[in-house]
């Protein structure tokens, strides 16, 4: 391998990008822009992941938030390769997300940032309300990661091992 050469490395992952903004800081010529970008890694198989990251343009802001998505990637215990364990709430913010387990050929019930989460997690039959008072994406998908993030702790008791 040449000195120069990258090795590019092929992400195991699917990306969705959740949302892109532009943000301003003041500053004392004027105004300086940069975007903020949220994005939803997941392999579809009980692994999924968010993030969120700024920079100067938008292909260096989505890059960034992909990074640290596959950071953040959790890992979902599936019933069946299809559905969820048990019903499930959580809040996060003024967000929350109620997440309930459904019978084999539902679909995704759900919108917004819950539904890419819950796609790109492998889940395909769940039905997920967002019941805050909040219309915030990122709030939004926070809230539906900690009601996934629940049941890692009730496999680990299930099968005996100790929760650290």
Known sequence: MRRNEKIIKKSEFKEKVLEI????????????????????????????????????????????????????????????????????????GAAVVRIKLCKPGHGVIAGGASRVILELAGIKDVSAKTIGRTKNKIVNAMATIKALQSFIGVEMVVNNKKIL
Do not use: C, P, W
């Open 21 to 92: 903004r532009r943000v301003a800081r003041v500053m004392a010529g004027g105004k300086r822009f940069s975007f903020r970008a949220a994005v939803v890694v997941g392999d579809e198989r009980g692994r999924v992941g968010f993030g969120t990251a700024k920079g100067l343009d938008v292909a260096a802001a989505v890059q960034k938030a992909k990074h640290q998505a596959e950071k953040n990637v959790i890992k979902v215990q599936l019933k069946d390769a299809r559905t969820i364990l048990h019903d499930t709430e959580a809040k996060f």
